[in-house]
């Protein structure tokens, strides 16, 4: 209680956003909509813009600090105007208010304000030994499938960024409920 779990997924030191972490932050985004629904073209396709319009508004204006609520702001303020004024793209193809309205709980006035508003803007690549302990929340239906998420994104910049030559290991231990996830279980055999 006193130290919530807190992370800033859409930090990337140097402003380097590659492909692989856009659809990272893709997958985020669409997980706090919708969970395990299915997503119609039309909508991936619309968040997909959003992602990458948020980030080239940030790399450009690096006096946005990049985070979830800078986020959500120009999701509110620049995108929904583009959605629904200058594109005029119905509802039936992409609902931008239940997505606003859903995704309200992560920007800092809502109940998990603090989860993707970190302001440690911790790099975990430069760790060496990094453990996610998941036993307070492995029943939270909104956090688990969030932290997982941010676990697997964290390993694959791992895995990525360190020499090629250098000894890597993912160690998972009771982790059934994780890895009976579909997402998860794709991931391990990734």
């Not at 985004?29 to 619309?46: A, M, R, Y």
């Not at 030559?165 to 990734?190: H, N, T």
Request: glycine share 2%.
């Amino acid at each position: 209680e006193d130290k919530p779990l807190a992370f800033n997924p859409f930090y990337e030191p140097n402003y380097n956003y590659t492909e692989e972490k856009k659809e990272q932050l893709l997958t985020l985004i669409k997980t706090l909509w919708k969970g395990d629904n299915s997503f119609s073209n039309s909508e991936s396709t619309h968040i997909k813009v959003c992602i990458y319009n948020y980030i080239d508004r940030i790399c450009e204006n690096r006096s946005i600090r990049p985070c979830f609520d800078s986020f959500y702001t120009y999701l509110i303020e620049d995108f929904k105007p583009y959605v629904t004024e200058q594109m005029k793209i119905r509802l039936e193809n992409f609902d931008i208010d239940d997505m606003i309205q859903v995704l309200k709980p992560f920007s800092s006035e809502g109940m998990f304000g603090h989860l993707l508003n970190s302001d440690k803007e911790l790099n975990l690549n430069e760790k060496r030994f990094i453990v996610f302990e998941l036993d307070n929340i492995k029943d939270n239906k909104t956090l688990f499938p969030i932290v997982t998420l941010i676990i697997m994104a964290t390993f694959m910049d791992k895995i990525r960024k360190l020499p090629s030559d250098q000894r890597k290991l993912m160690l998972i231990e009771e982790a059934w409920q994780a890895i009976a996830k579909e997402g998860m279980a794709s991931f391990i055999g990734y």
